[in-house]
């Protein structure tokens, strides 16, 4: 039996296994069914190639230029335990750097951090759902997991969209998706703890932190552990339900950051509807949502493990932060008082963290 005819007989098989979870659990989201069936999501949209999915490659910084053309869209971005999602536009888009290092900076109503560094392939695809066609492009990185999910709305540009399909159409549209896993990040098995909290001490803008981490070699949520007590304060679980509800009661517009290796997505502005809701079948999932016209986040609840605030000094004076990590020790998200450059933090911002309770050992 030829290669080819196996690979064949293992994609229809998976297909057929597809089709039975489906039927099984009517409503499932693929990245859910892609879990079940022990594969990436990109292995799984890569059966369905055809006239509703296609394979897409090239030059990713053109691919993001051109996204500004659709007009009104809704960016999806989402790690294991937080997804945001924006309505509005790609409106500023710039790119820079080379190769490993290639970035992008998306501003405006849709906000986002590009490291195309983690782009391998995307997709074009439209499904039904609920009696709906949903047209979008979903870029994954090599292991399979999405990156960013781009929908388009009523009012968006389907023209502009055909076009960059057909730009960017790959010429393999076969139904086979390599994959390979990701390495992780080696850290330093000992560090100064000494001049790593002086040079943090020494800050001047918060961005300078990643630099400060990269320098000493040190994993973020380590980094918190060592400066616990002069830099930050472990806080209970459940802060970020305190958090967002006295944001949405007080007004205070915030900074929420999330994303994965691919990409940020940045939420900058009040947040207003807040819903702590359970799902699954045991009422396990505990899901925190924000449930504003132009702005979503839900936020596995139940997936933080530990949650601290960060303290880090700048130009500006002190600028304050709430993280939360997963089991792994993984940054799920994080947040931030709004601020512009050159302002100090809002004094309300700093109030509402400091009435956070701190975790009981």
């Excluded at 790959?170 to 790593?196: C, H, L, M, N, T």
């Excluded at 079948?281 to 979503?296: C, I, M, S, T, Y």
Aim: glycine share 6%.
């Amino acid at each position: 039996m030829s290669k080819s005819t196996i690979t064949e007989l293992i994609e229809n098989d998976l297909s057929k296994r597809w089709e039975d979870v489906k039927n099984n659990n009517p409503g499932i989201r693929i990245r859910e069914a892609a879990k079940r069936l022990n594969v990436s999501e990109a292995v799984l949209l890569a059966t369905t190639l055809g006239e509703n999915c296609i394979r897409l490659e090239g030059n990713w910084k053109k691919f993001l230029k051109r996204l500004p053309e659709l007009g009104r869209v809704m960016s999806l971005t989402r790690n294991e335990s937080c997804i945001l999602e924006h309505k509005g536009t790609f409106e500023e888009v710039k790119t820079f750097g080379k190769n490993d290092h290639a970035m992008a900076t998306v501003i405006g109503a849709i906000e986002t951090r590009v490291f195309f560094k983690n782009w391998h392939v995307a997709f074009a695809v439209k499904q039904q759902k609920n009696g709906r066609e949903l047209t979008s492009l979903q870029v994954f990185d090599k292991s399979g997991d999405a990156v960013t999910k781009i929908y388009l709305q009523d009012a968006s540009n389907f023209d502009a969209y055909n076009s960059i399909v057909g730009e960017f159409k790959a010429r393999d549209q076969s139904p086979s998706q390599p994959v390979s896993e990701i390495p992780g990040k080696e850290y330093a098995s000992k560090i100064d703890e000494k001049a790593f909290l002086e040079g943090w001490g020494k800050l001047k803008d918060t961005h300078d932190f990643f630099g400060l981490l990269n320098e000493h070699s040190v994993h973020r949520h380590h980094a918190l552990t060592i400066a616990e007590g002069k830099f930050t304060r472990k806080i209970a679980l459940s802060s970020t339900i305190q958090l967002l509800n006295e944001a949405s009661k007080l007004k205070i517009p915030i900074m929420i950051f999330a994303g994965n290796k691919g990409n940020l997505q940045i939420h900058q502005g009040p947040v207003r509807t807040i819903r702590l809701l359970e799902r699954g079948h045991l009422g396990n999932e505990k899901w925190l949502n924000v449930l504003d016209p132009d702005f979503n986040l839900h936020l596995r609840q139940d997936h933080i493990k530990s949650a601290w605030e960060v303290r880090k000094p700048t130009e500006d004076g002190i600028v304050t932060s709430v993280e939360v990590f997963d089991e792994n020790q993984e940054l799920i998200a994080w947040f931030f008082g709004l601020r512009k450059p050159g302002n100090k933090e809002l004094d309300a911002w700093k109030e509402l963290v400091d009435r956070l309770p701190t975790h009981k050992y």
